[in-house]
């Protein structure tokens, strides 16, 4: 096999790929969140989508979920957001920690840690 035919076997391959990828993306973007009316999912939305990616509440444990909350109060204290309050705080957490990886039944696939939509 010549140079030529390897580096267009090469650029086949990243086309697949990088196809795969945004096929993937577009995917975890028609994923909806569970229980999207509730004042958790609510404020979840509004708050976290505002400046990242929504992750649905499977792809992490409940435990996780509470360190990453309370990373991201310190997140938005740096970058001069304001924080949850309280009240946001124990809603958002609630729901997360509802549907949480640990809290769904043991017979139910994981969830990806792919982001998922925004309504």
Same mark, same amino acid.
């Given at each position: 096999m010549c140079r030529c035919e390897k580096i267009a076997r090469l650029r086949r391959r990243a086309v697949l790929v990088v196809v795969a990828l945004a096929l993937a993306a577009l995917g975890a973007c028609s994923t909806p969140l569970p229980d999207p009316q509730s004042a958790g999912a609510q404020i979840?939305?509004?708050?976290?989508?505002?400046?990242? /990616? &929504?992750?649905?509440?499977?792809? &992490?444990?409940?435990?996780?979920w509470e360190m990453q909350v309370e990373r991201m109060q310190t997140v938005m204290l740096r970058a001069a957001v304001n924080p949850l309050t309280e009240q946001e705080r124990f809603l958002v957490l609630t729901y997360l920690k509802a549907h949480a990886t640990d809290a769904?039944? /043991?017979?139910?696939?994981a969830a990806s840690a792919a982001p998922v939509a925004s309504p």
């Open positions: 979840y939305q509004v708050r976290c989508s505002g400046c990242h /990616a &929504l992750y649905a509440p499977a792809s &992490l444990t409940a435990a996780m769904t039944s /043991a017979s139910a696939p």
